[in-house]
């Protein structure tokens, strides 16, 4: 299967101008809301932040008022085309959901059903106040294409079912993960970042993860896995491997290149030190695993050993919708009443997971803080509305009560992506109506359902 | 205190004309969605669902092809004028939370205050689609002066501390209480219900839960009281009466008359049955009880004990905003998550809980459901967003992935509260400006907070 790199006209262009955002208030690297601040963007990246830089020329000033600047978000762990079954599995335990409904209706799937579906979670994306994604799915030629044409960032990975070394389970050779990988590698001036997507330990072989890691290795990329979604899992593979999960994946070397490993629903104080000590990033997606009544990990817990944890939706099929805002509150809210402790989890602290440590598991080293030098990755949010008032702590109403409606503009590499609550880069209205009849040819849904609402 | 009843001038105008809702997507009394369907209203009533019925003669025909009907929300528990104290006590233990700054905040409280408070709480539950509240809080006729105005509807009840038969704690005798249960009964054409509100088991002694069993009963009045919020309480109340709080409070008498439990969160078998016999109905705010790290009371086994359970925020204060959208969704995640059971509380159940038995809860028999002979109370979604594509199920796009914004238009007893977005009955600009500003003075910040925000 081919992996051709975007042709320019594919690229969403590349920011050049000077941007000052004047009179805004911001959340700072420390977590602390100031308000009265200007920021000064020049080209990708933030100039100044306080007072005005001396000799700035702004080509563009946005009058920042009302608004509220905090870094952009990042969703650490997605399979984004599944916009396509976003209700189409409800209130089904977790068997049931993957074997009468999900698999039925990705059976059907065509690589155009992945660009769409992909286009759909983009737009929601940019509209809750996300620019960034690690992407784990099929056909990621066709997701590289939309992070291309969007103006986001992304971690893509083809996902690969490794049970055997000839075996070409999910129709794709290892080949084709490897090729995707070396092909779109920094393409889109860099915002596309590619790394190998072996499902999970479960469902590749020993034989395959070192062959994951070999060829990482080789083409200096990381890895992005599901791993220790259950206890479970961790008994078989105890049985099966005698490590736990994370012990056998590190053993088999892939926490020697950079390791986004999602879930890490159940882990052991020696799992959490060795994730601790290879620097891999988690991905947490607690409306996932709530609504398929999935093991709750101990999230206080991971931070305490130094683990990165990130925040993530997973699937939209899943998860419902690709929100952040929505997945910071309950991480927040969810480790509060798990741990009978009101004060765990502080604001900041959500936030820096959403955006800087999400940042760092996409190997986005710049993104994820308003500050001198960072990329100009920034959400601005409308302070006025009425579940905003009285503003005693513009940070709690973004994490306990903001929507994405709230979110007015967004900015990535100084690109906005989202102005007036409109998406620039991308054909939005089209998205609707060819995401929504593609959804429906899936899951074989009469036509009638779609021409019924006008798009 | 005086309780001056309404005038005439401060009450919104009676619904008098026939609305024609027609193709409408609904939520059907079993909890389907039916598609193309035509609503009648004829005054405050609707008079027909399905076909347009003949020789109706709309006064105005609304285009529904892209909306969604649903039953209005009714918020079983709530301090509304705690929307002043919102985002003021952050990421704090419940006694540091309660001494260190609600009780401070609260000490400088006015009856403006509530007055403005409450409007701001009004606007936003009507935004999020609730239409009816249970408040139970301080200088309540200013909340009923709200109601009036606003074409909400409430059921009302002073909070009272009975701590001793001629103590006034809080300011308030229970003769105030007494009086503004009778006074404003039934006011507001019918819109506003009032009913006793001892604060709980715990801050009143069994002497003053007596006392206000004999005068509910006297005046046909409920009561509305906090019950059983924690182990220790329970710990507490056996030590002390020998019984649990339910069964406590169920030996005074208090569940002769219409009775409303706020939380529930620790009750036994037997206190389920007692509850269920009774026809109590339970105010269940999971946002508030994570927030605060208190105990999540087992929902699906409360509802298999036939105990009406319906759906509250609790106040702004601890749970942040006043949208029951969310509380549907987290009753939803937590309970399934809880139990390890995705199909723990379908989607049907959770709306039907946040309408149906919330309008049971405050005592609006006729509310609840989108059919004949109804309440015309009536919450109209967008199903245009990008967040509901696609539109496989509607019904789960409402509980697992809408937003306030997504509500377009709000009816009440037939009359539109909120029409394309916009609250139509109360002045919403200078609600935002004047709670702010009240909000601001309570909690000692300094004005310019105000001024350097252009509401």
Redesign the interface.
Known sequence: MASPRTEPADIAPKATGRLLIRDVSLVSPAGVVE??QHIAIDGTAIAAVGEEPEGFQPDEILDG??LLAVPAFFNAHCHAAM??????A?????DR?LNERIWVAESALTEDDVYWGAS?AA??MI?SGTVGFADHYFYMDRVAQVVAQSGMKALLAWCWFGLGPDKEVGGISFATTEQFVESWQGDAEGRIRTCFGPHSPYMCSPQALKQVHEAAERLGAGVHLHLSESGEQVQQSLKEHGRTPVGHVAALGLFAVPALAAHCNCVTDDDLEILARNRVAVAHAP?T??????D?PPVERLLAHDVRVALATDGPASN????LLEVMR?T???Q??L??????L??AQLMRMASRNGAYALGFASSGKIAPGAAADITLFD??G??W?????LA??VV??S???DVRHVLCDGRFLLRDGRITLLD?ERI?YE??KR??RM?G?PME?VR????
Chains 1, 2 share one sequence.
């Open positions: 308000r009265n008022r009302e916009t396509l079954t976003r209700g189409w409800e209130d089904l335990p977790f959901w759909l737009c929601e509209r409306k695993y709530m609504k398929l009544a999935m709750m419902a919708d690709l929100n309950l927040g809210l969810v509060k009443g741990q009978a402790k009101a004060e765990a502080p604001i302070t006025r009425t579940h008032r009285p503003r005693h702590d709690a109403s306990y009560s929507h994405p409606a939005e609707l995401a929504e959804a429906f899951v849904a359902r019924s609402y006008p798009s």
